[in-house]
């Protein structure tokens, strides 16, 4: 059965750090990878997203992803962060054939000034 | 493109009443649509998938009876809470796929607020 772990529930960073955002999974075969962020009361939108080939991807507002199949990992990084970044991130694993996806618990980020 | 709208944004009613969801996929073709619901500070869990034409297939855990879920049309699904109790009161979120490959796009959610 697929599961996704997000084992930082709170990140605290400064603005102009780096971030990374772990995120590990565990899927059969090989999983289509998602990453998302959600401000509050709010949808999702997606980041970045990982379906086959190169497995660093990039994605908008300057984070990327990479996908490391021996690790069962796909954090999510980025070199500078804004305060704007300060919210809610997903991490999903996504199975072929049924096509559902699976939700990471989340992580906040809080970023100070 | 691949743009999710959900009706009612928020919507608050009385215990006993039954509530409908609609969530449709405004310029593309849903083979497949997914009901979510997010309880505050927590994740998204999958409730249900459909299939236009076919019955919705429940997660474990899930009143079938409760959430009827109906996918009339490749741009339509519905949810409706029936007999609504404030344990309901909830987030549900959509999600609808296309065609072409495995990624859901999502509406934007439905706060529903049971008294």
């Known amino acids: 059965a697929q599961s996704v772990t997000q084992p930082d529930i709170h990140i605290t960073v400064s603005e102009g750090a780096s971030l990374e955002l772990r995120c590990n999974y565990s899927?059969?075969?090989?999983?289509?990878l998602f990453w998302y962020v959600q401000s509050p009361g709010q949808g999702l939108q997606l980041l970045l997203k990982?379906?086959?080939?190169?497995?660093l991807v990039q994605g908008i507002k300057g984070f990327e992803a990479e996908f490391k199949r021996s690790q069962s990992s796909f954090n999510l990084r980025k070199p500078s962060v804004h305060w704007s970044d300060a919210t809610e991130y997903f991490c999903?694993?996504?199975?072929?054939?049924?096509?559902?996806?699976?939700f990471g618990t989340g992580t906040r980020l809080k970023v100070l000034a | 493109g691949a743009v999710v709208s959900q009706h009612p944004s928020r919507v608050i009613c009385k215990s006993g009443t039954s509530v409908k969801i609609e969530c449709r996929s405004l310029?593309?073709?849903?083979?497949?649509m997914f009901w979510y619901r997010q309880f505050p500070k927590q994740s998204l869990m999958l409730m249900a998938t459909?299939?236009?034409?076919?019955?919705?297939?429940?997660e474990q855990g899930v009143e079938k009876d409760k959430f009827l879920i109906n996918h009339a049309s490749l741009t339509l699904s519905t949810l409706t809470v029936t007999s609504a109790h404030p344990e309901d009161s909830s987030f549900y979120i959509c999600?609808?796929?296309?065609?072409?490959?495995?990624?859901?796009?999502f509406g934007p959610g439905t706060r529903l607020t049971v008294l």
């Open positions: 310029d593309f073709q849903a083979t497949t």
């Open positions: 459909s299939n236009e034409g076919s019955k919705a297939t429940y």
């Open positions: 990982y379906f086959s080939g190169d497995t």
């Open positions: 899927y059969g075969a090989t999983p289509y």
């Open positions: 999600s609808a796929r296309g065609t072409w490959d495995n990624e859901q796009f």
């Open positions: 999903a694993v996504g199975a072929s054939g049924t096509y559902k996806y699976i």
